[in-house]
């Protein structure tokens, strides 16, 4: 089965620094991977997420990185502000449809610390 | 209005209890899911129901046993509670391919079993 891999598990930058999280994944029939961001006390919620025909995406600060021939993809925050202080967690899933029946698997998590 | 609701938001309860976990979602979607997040925090999936039917079933104990209603709704419900049932639950929805789109979580219910 598909087993996603996650680095660094804790990561601490001053603000205003970029911060950069790296996952790598197992199965190349994986296609979605998302990224979501859970601050203490609530829900995981989604920040960005890529799909396997699309190298990279952007939204304002975040970016998405996707390398499939190395089957890895990164997470990058630009301009970081304490705000963005939380846990994020990658995660990739295979189609549902077609017999693969697709289970979204979580990275084990990143706790970033932006400093002021 | 909350998307996905989780009732209770805090849950202890002792050894041996049988307790319920309820989830509503008020998205329309069409799948739900129940995840387990460890004191590591480590997010796994357990189960996940589209359109009532269940479709994801991880090897979980079978004391712990879902049920959809409706497609608005997903509840836990667990027999003969465990020391190592402890955990946070978190319910979520998603709309379209299941596992396969974004998923919004409820806030999570933190059981304690003492």
């Known amino acids: 089965g598909e087993n996603v891999e996650q680095h660094p598990s804790t990561l601490s930058v001053q603000e205003g620094d970029s911060a950069v999280i790296k996952c790598t994944y197992s199965?190349?029939?994986?296609?979605?991977f998302p990224w979501y961001k859970q601050e203490l006390g609530k829900g995981p919620q989604l920040i960005i997420d890529i799909r396997s025909n699309v190298g990279e995406k952007k939204d304002q600060r975040i970016a998405v990185t996707l390398n499939k021939t190395a089957k890895h993809f990164s997470l990058h925050i630009t301009e970081t502000q304490p705000e963005d202080s939380a846990v994020y967690f990658c995660?990739?899933?295979?189609?549902?449809?077609?017999?693969?029946?697709?289970?979204?698997?979580f990275g084990k998590g990143t706790k970033l610390s932006v400093k002021p | 209005d909350t998307a996905v609701s989780q009732t209770p938001k805090y849950l202890v309860t002792q050894m041996g209890n049988d307790k319920s976990i309820k989830c509503e979602q008020n998205?329309?979607?069409?799948?739900m899911y129940w995840y387990k997040q460890d004191s590591k925090k480590f997010l796994k999936i357990m189960f996940s129901y589209n359109n009532k039917e269940l479709i994801i079933n991880e090897t979980v104990p079978n004391r712990f046993s879902p049920k959809s209603p409706d497609k608005a709704h997903l509840n836990l419900h667990i027999n003969s509670l465990e020391l190592g049932d402890s955990a946070v639950y978190f319910c979520a929805s998603s709309q379209g391919e299941p596992m396969n789109t974004e998923a919004f979580f409820g806030q999570g219910t933190r059981l304690t079993v003492v």
């Open positions: 995660a990739a899933s295979k189609p549902y449809y077609g017999g693969s029946q697709g289970n979204l698997i």
């Open positions: 998205l329309g979607h069409d799948t």
């Open positions: 199965d190349s029939a994986s296609n979605y």
